[in-house]
């Protein structure tokens, strides 16, 4: 069984729309979830990096991690065609990051 | 301007040969690493290292060599035993496993071809 799962999409949305990207993991003593973002040939950039349960937000952009089901969400509101990318989530554990295999958003004007 | 410097952009080899990807960091990180990304798939590590003159085997690492000399530079070779090599390379550094406020960051990558 993989790390950590993620629907690859593609997922395609008008402008405005919310958006909710979400994976799945394997072990429930992950502590430390992240999410990228990777434009189209270029590498990824982190977006956001949370630790334990709970919600974070930046912005337009909210994580969320929900452990008694070892899943966990990107929300993003007000969704711009500037948000189309690939986004990955990641976990780190004993010096590793795991990835999910990414997913592809397009935002249509 | 701190950050993660990867050369070449765009890499061709030929079969049979060995090439070289250059990976740079001036962020003072301790750890560096290398994936492998393919088309439709998550990022698969080869090698990574967290001190100088120390590294090691990632999930995929038959096929490739690395080494770490100084802090700052992580180069990763392709051998011509990498039977598949053409792929997008990505190198990442992370600051002290103790301290993740910063986590990973990525270089812009290089694409390897082999003709």
């Known amino acids: 069984q993989k790390e950590v799962e993620q629907d690859p999409g593609p997922l395609s949305v008008p402008e405005g729309a919310i958006v909710s990207l979400n994976c799945t993991y394997s072990?429930?003593?992950?502590?430390?979830f992240m999410w990228y973002r990777q434009y189209s040939r270029k590498g990824p950039e982190l977006l956001m990096y949370?630790?334990?349960?709970g919600n974070k937000e930046d912005g337009r952009f909210t994580a969320q991690v929900d452990k008694s089901s070892k899943y966990i969400s990107l929300f993003i509101r007000d969704s711009q065609p500037s948000d189309s990318a690939t986004y990955l989530c990641?976990?780190?554990?004993?010096?590793?990051?795991?990835f999910g295999s990414g997913t592809k958003l397009n935002v249509k004007p | 301007d701190g950050g993660i410097t990867q050369s070449p952009k765009y890499l061709f080899r030929k079969e049979g040969q060995n090439v070289t990807l250059s990976c740079e960091q001036n962020l003072n990180h301790d750890a560096m690493y290398w994936y492998r990304q393919d088309p439709g798939q998550g990022l698969r590590l080869i090698y990574y290292s967290q001190i100088v003159n120390d590294f090691q085997k990632g999930d995929i690492a038959e096929g490739y060599s690395v080494s770490r000399e100084k802090k700052e530079s992580f180069p990763l070779t392709v051998t011509s035993a990498q039977k598949n090599p053409t792929a997008f390379y990505l190198c990442?550094?992370?600051?002290?496993?103790?301290?993740?406020?910063?986590?990973?960051?990525f270089g812009p990558g290089t694409r390897l071809t082999v003709l």
């Open positions: 990442a550094s992370s600051p002290d496993r103790a301290d993740l406020t910063d986590t990973q960051y």
């Open positions: 949370t630790y334990s349960s």
């Open positions: 990641a976990i780190y554990n004993f010096n590793k990051f795991y």
């Open positions: 072990n429930s003593a992950f502590q430390y």
